[in-house]
């Protein structure tokens, strides 16, 4: 898991003898995706604790389709769900909480991800939160230029299939 990083990971006190060498015998994601949980045994007394990371900051890099890159801006996915879920009981919060689940899971592929990771990953948890809005981001971010393709995307959703993927 190279490219998330977490708080604290490199020295954690024993809770028992305040040791701070330990050793990792367990990492998983926490439900939310946004944290880590992490299994430690200190390598002084082999007392077993655990911690919870927040996934840390790194600089996440997008690269576009032109090859340039520049820094995730998390306003631009707010912008961009905000458009689509305009006038839909969509609440900032939502979209709020949307994008930084979107932020989380990019994290989890790496320092780098391109645009289409992006579309793809807002597409995905858009759709669980307003159809409406889903559609409306398909059909900018795909470029959508013939209905018919819409009409794919929609029928898709009623047969709960996973969005196309490139
Ligand atoms: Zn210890």
Redesign the pocket.
């Known amino acids: 898991m190279e490219g998330r990083r977490a708080v604290a990971s490199a020295s954690v006190r024993?809770p028992?003898?305040g040791?701070v060498d330990d050793k990792v015998v367990d990492s998983r994601q926490s439900d939310d995706g946004g944290s880590i949980r992490r299994r430690r045994q200190?390598l002084?007394?082999g007392?077993r604790f655990t911690t919870f990371e927040r996934l840390e900051e790194l600089p996440l890099v997008v690269m576009k389709r032109s090859g340039d890159r520049m820094p995730f801006d998390r306003h631009k996915v707010v912008a961009g769900v905000m458009a689509a879920a305009k006038a839909r009981p969509v609440t900032d919060e939502a979209v709020e909480a949307l994008t930084t689940q979107v932020e989380d899971r990019l994290r989890l592929l790496g320092t780098e991800v391109s645009t289409e990771q992006i579309g793809l990953t807002v597409l995905e948890l858009l759709r669980e939160l307003d159809q409406v809005a889903y559609l409306r981001f398909a059909s900018v971010y795909k470029g959508f230029d013939d209905p018919a393709d819409f009409e794919r995307e929609a029928a898709g959703l009623t047969k709960d299939t996973a969005p196309k993927k490139h």
Do not use: G, L, S, V
């Open positions: 024993c028992a003898c040791n200190c002084e007394c007392r």
